[in-house]
């Protein structure tokens, strides 16, 4: 992991937080606000994304009930498609959950989220205004970026030969020398969008033989993949037990950290740009709680250790500037305009195209 932040910083937030009056929750000033406490709000967040008390760092969520005395169910998932499914189904009950761009689109669309009250989270004046009003959520109304980044291919520079890594290509991840020693995406969406950046078409193509290429490339590789992985990553790519894998940029500086040997690129023929934001349900019971909770993930301190944490680029303007040179002036986790420009985000799919991706995933993870 990385080192976390537990400097005067952090100690004087605390020391203000302990003096801070019983009728003032922390980051809600501007509003007057006064901790609900015995609520309880259920948080569905990305695995391995939020800090929590590991290596010394601060556990966010204990922190927030500590302050305000709103307790938090905090449960994880690897993707958002596994997210949406629990949520469309009626299987659970959350009231803050994290989606990325498209998925977020999807649910605006099918009227799952509510409508922020930003008055309960003054602290989103912090946030970039790059980073606000993008096109999954034009008007701005539902959502908080909480991180951003891209995907790029992680290696193992003792499996893996300086030549193929100089070429910067998501090839290498169809190269037949390192059959076996290969992990790919355990979800639909970032699996076929390597497959499609590799053939040349938008990720956001609405072309079924697009689509159809794109599987036919990715069972063309499957006798090579070790494993689909989603968190397993890290400790595959940690331990030596694999040499190439494709994920989020973000936890370069977490496998780097753990293993001097991974090192990581982002593919010339471009990539996925992604945004993570945080959302209310309009099922919410709990929704002023559920705002306070995303208005002190906003605030500096805690976007500063959160971000320290788990390694993602924040939109959090102060909590960047606290950063430090090696990470602010590092491209795989602030990359340059022009990898930018060679980068799409992902956007919400018509129904028939999205039924096509499913029916030809559930096609290559059950082939022989």
Not at 315 to 321: S, V
Request: hydrophobic share 40%; aromatic share 12%; net charge negative.
């Amino acid at each position: 992991m990385t080192k976390k932040i537990a400097s005067v910083l952090l100690a004087v937030f605390m020391l203000a937080a302990a003096a801070t009056s019983a009728f003032t929750l922390s980051g809600c000033k501007e509003t007057g606000g006064v901790p609900l406490t015995g609520e309880v709000i259920n948080v569905y967040n990305w695995g391995e994304y939020i800090a929590n008390g590991d290596d010394g760092c601060m556990d966010v969520i204990a922190e927030f009930t500590r302050q305000t005395g709103i307790e938090v169910n905090y449960t994880t998932y690897a993707s958002n498609e596994e997210m949406y499914a629990k949520i469309s189904s009626g299987a659970a009950d959350y009231d803050v959950v994290i989606p990325s761009d498209y998925m977020i689109e999807k649910m605006i669309a099918e009227d799952m989220l509510a409508e922020l009250d930003f008055s309960n989270i003054p602290n989103v004046q912090y946030i970039g205004e790059d980073y606000l009003n993008l096109d999954y959520d034009p008007e701005g109304r539902y959502t908080v970026p909480y991180t951003w980044g891209v995907v790029g291919v992680f290696y193992n520079k003792t499996m893996v030969d300086e030549a193929d890594i100089a070429k910067q290509s998501w090839d290498i991840l169809w190269d037949e020398k390192y059959a076996g020693d290969i992990l790919m995406f355990d979800n639909q969406r970032d699996a076929f969008g390597i497959a499609l950046s590799k053939l040349g078409y938008s990720l956001n193509t609405t072309n079924p033989d697009e689509w159809q290429e794109a599987y036919e490339l990715l069972a063309e590789q499957k006798p090579l993949v070790q494993a689909y992985v989603m968190d397993q990553i890290f400790d595959k790519m940690a331990n030596g037990e694999a040499a190439l894998a494709p994920y989020y940029a973000g936890d370069a500086r977490i496998l780097m950290d753990e293993n001097e040997d991974i090192g990581f690129f982002i593919p010339k023929e471009g990539t996925n740009l992604f945004f993570d934001s945080m959302c209310v349900l309009k099922t919410s019971t709990h929704k002023k709680a559920a705002e306070q909770f995303i208005n002190f993930m906003c605030e500096t301190d805690i976007a500063l250790e959160n971000i320290e944490y788990i390694c993602y680029s924040t939109p959090h303007t102060e909590a960047y500037e606290l950063l430090s040179p090696e990470v602010k002036n590092n491209p795989s986790f602030y990359p340059p305009e022009e990898i930018i420009a060679e980068s799409e985000v992902f956007t919400d799919l018509p129904v028939d195209i999205y039924e096509l991706m499913n029916n030809l995933w559930v096609e290559l993870k059950t082939q022989g």
